[in-house]
């Protein structure tokens, strides 16, 4: 006799991580989609008729933001468990998500290794937090992460590699990032082909993030990946051959 089927409702108003999260749902035989909405407010009217064991909520959402469904979830459906996949970068936003009373909040980016362990912990009443996020909050998930999992091992690499399943995700979720950076008053160099960069500034521009005076004020530059690549590449070798000279000198490096 087969187990029974934990019921899923996914709440993503991006048309190709609904169909990314979907498909990661497919994986395994106990997770059953139920219900799948791009609204805050229709999230939860469904969660309060299908009463789902998990549900997956993004933040930025039409009508009411995941944060504030989340809020109304809970009262309507107090024993679904709420796991947040969010691009949202800022560990003041994701305290605030999991304040709720979440299980876990996974970066869009980190879905692809971290969404069904991310489900299992939270579905066993574990807190998950994904590895790419910082704060109080988070650190207390992250440390509850290492105990049960002890052999999982961290990345100490000062170079994150992302996957994405399809171009439009790519530019999402980068536009996302580089959006925050911005408003935040930070400067970001974008290497990307001239396509990419274009739809980038597309997705910005849709965010109300003012371009034109990042650019002015030199904290967007934009750079083609033919012309600027090998430059980067000679500065990378320059500064690890400089590092290492350094390093048998007993001497430190600086670099500008």
């Known amino acids: 006799m087969s187990a029974p089927s934990i019921r899923v409702l996914v709440v993503e108003d991006y048309k190709p991580w609904l169909r990314y999260i979907s498909s990661e749902l497919q994986k395994d035989s106990s997770l059953q989609a139920i219900g799948e909405v791009s609204d805050g407010l229709e999230a939860v009217q469904r969660a309060q008729e299908l009463q789902p064991d998990l549900v997956l909520l993004d933040i930025g959402l039409p009508t009411i ?18 796991l947040f996949v969010s691009e949202t970068r800022s560990p003041e936003i994701a305290e605030e998500a999991l304040n709720t009373g979440a299980g876990g909040y996974v970066l869009k980016s980190d879905a692809a290794s971290e969404l069904l362990p991310a489900i299992k912990a939270v579905l066993q009443g574990k807190r998950f937090v994904s590895a790419n996020l910082a704060g109080p909050t988070l650190s207390d998930a992250k440390d509850e992460q290492a105990r049960n999992h002890p052999h999982r091992e961290t990345a100490k690499n000062d170079h994150e590699v992302k996957c994405y399943p399809d171009d439009a995700a790519f530019v999402e979720a980068f536009a996302s990032f580089i959006g925050t950076t911005l408003k935040n008053g930070d400067g970001v160099v974008v290497l990307a082909t001239e396509s990419r960069r274009a739809s980038i500034l597309q997705r910005l521009r849709l965010e109300g993030v003012d371009v034109g005076s990042a650019i002015e004020e030199r904290r967007y530059v934009p750079l083609d990946v033919p012309d600027s690549l090998p430059k980067f590449q000679m500065a990378e070798r320059l500064t690890s051959e400089t590092v290492r000279a350094a390093a048998e000198s007993n001497r430190r490096v600086g670099v500008g």
């Open 65 to 82: 933001n995941g944060i504030e469904a989340a809020r109304r979830i809970r009262e309507v459906s107090p024993a679904s468990k709420i």
